[in-house]
């Protein structure tokens, strides 16, 4: 009764480590094509969900709002799929979003150097000093993406109960490893962890909905109360908090929603100077 | 007729005893309360109960010891921590001492109820009426 999330630095190797572990646990496995699915339930086209997991929001790019709703739709569902119990999960940031949850071993592999370079840059000869720099590179992106979407640094490995690089420990040895490590009394669920992974759901789901509307309101869930908490100018707040109240109310697992709008000092400035 | 499941519940604030004894007597649990851990102790040395309902944050001797002195003295016991100081680093250390389940306050007498079931279960001896 373990789930299991895996983030690599390299997504190809992190699948291949997630799909053996949860072959030979006997659990279900979770990756990325897991987007199809939630494509087709959200309508969010599969490359801009692809693209929220791996780009950080750029004035060019992908907006901040869109990624945050994305990130909500993708998390909704992960999530969902982790309350089955007995997951493998490589490639949707679910160490991330679960960070909290104590039946999750959150496992961090760390892959050879030449398999990144090959899969950073496809084709290319590249030399050793290259191919360092591009690592560094893709680490240092990837460490702004994490922060920017969910305030964590994925590349801090005391983020992780365990991590493992490829380049010292043979594949088959690190998948007996992340087996032996799910056996782990410390990794069981129990009814505190799962009553969090609900609360995740439930937060996740409200953030689904909130998003388009409210794109830096910050959720909370406990049991089925809301805590929400998003700025606004004075003589909106009353308005907003209504209307936040009348959104979640939808969400049938949520009984009672509170609301607190802080002050949104720049745009009370701003609009004292008008 | 079956044996009954003697359920130990210990939890230093008087309102939690005297909330939760009436909720596990109707499963047909036969249940001791205790406020003070010593006196608890004392009991637990005295008699091998199948269920072990703990607060964690005790003056004197808090829940994880309870939970020690419980497993030690019989390990078939299943020792269910009861806290409101729930997180993370503690549920697992909770769980990898032993512990069969953990619970956050504040809880319903029907989760605590659920999860008691579920330990009577795992004894062999289900609580047919409320096990569902």
């Known amino acids: 009764m373990t789930i299991i999330a895996i983030s690599s630095d390299s997504y190809g190797m992190g699948r291949e480590i997630g799909e053996k572990a949860a072959k030979r646990l006997g659990y279900s496995y979770l990756d990325r094509e ?14 801009k969900l692809l693209k929220a997991l791996e780009k950080t929001p750029s004035a060019l790019g992908m907006s901040a709002k869109d990624q945050a709703i994305y990130l909500a739709h993708i998390e909704q569902s992960v ?15 679910a160490h991330l979003y679960v960070c909290g949850v104590s039946h999750v071993l959150k496992v961090r592999v760390l ?17 050793k000093e290259a191919v360092d720099k591009l ?42 490893s992340i087996a032996g490590a799910a056996g782990y009394k410390k990794f069981k669920a129990m009814s505190y962890s799962l009553k969090c992974l609900k609360d995740e759901e439930i937060a996740a789901k409200a953030k689904t909905i909130l998003f388009p509307r409210f794109p830096d309101a910050q959720v909370r869930a406990n049991g089925p109360t809301v805590v929400v908490f998003t700025k606004g100018v004075k003589r909106e707040k009353q308005k907003k908090a209504l ?3 009348e959104m979640l109310g939808k969400i049938p697992e949520v009984n009672f929603v509170e609301v607190h709008v802080v002050n949104d000092i720049l745009r009370e400035a701003a609009e004292s100077l008008r | 007729m079956d044996k009954k499941v003697c359920v130990l519940l210990l939890d230093d604030e008087p309102i939690v005893g005297k909330r939760l004894k009436p909720a596990v007597e109707k499963m047909g649990c036969d249940v001791e309360v205790f406020e003070d851990p010593r006196v608890a102790l004392e009991r637990i040395d005295e008699k091998a109960f199948d269920i072990v309902v703990t607060d964690i944050r005790m ?14 003295k019989s390990p078939r016991t299943k020792v269910i921590m009861i806290t409101g100081y729930a997180m993370m680093s503690l549920a697992r250390e909770a769980m990898e001492k032993g512990a069969y389940d953990f619970i956050a306050k504040p809880f319903t007498p029907e989760e605590l109820r659920k999860a008691i079931a579920k330990a009577a279960e795992a004894l062999g001896t289900p609580l047919q009426s409320l096990a569902a």
Not at chain 1, 79 to 93: M, P, Q, R
Not at chain 1, 112 to 122: C, F, M, S, Y
């Open chain 1, 34 to 47: 897991l987007l199809k699915d939630i494509a087709k339930c959200s309508g969010i086209p599969e490359g």
């Open chain 1, 79 to 93: 999530i969902a799929e982790f309350l089955k119990d007995n997951v493998v999960c490589c490639g949707l940031a």
């Open chain 1, 111 to 127: 892959s050879n150097p030449e398999v990144i370079g090959k899969e950073l840059a496809p084709g290319k000869s590249l030399s």
């Open chain 1, 135 to 176: 690592i560094s590179r893709n680490e240092n992106a990837r460490k702004r993406w994490s922060v920017k979407a969910f305030s964590l640094d994925e590349t801090d490995p005391s983020n992780y109960d365990m991590v493992i690089s490829l380049n010292k420990i043979e594949m088959q040895e690190a998948v007996k």
């Open chain 1, 243 to 245: 209307m936040i109240k």
């Open chain 2, 59 to 72: 003056d004197e001797i808090d829940g994880i010891e309870v939970l020690e002195r419980v497993k030690k």
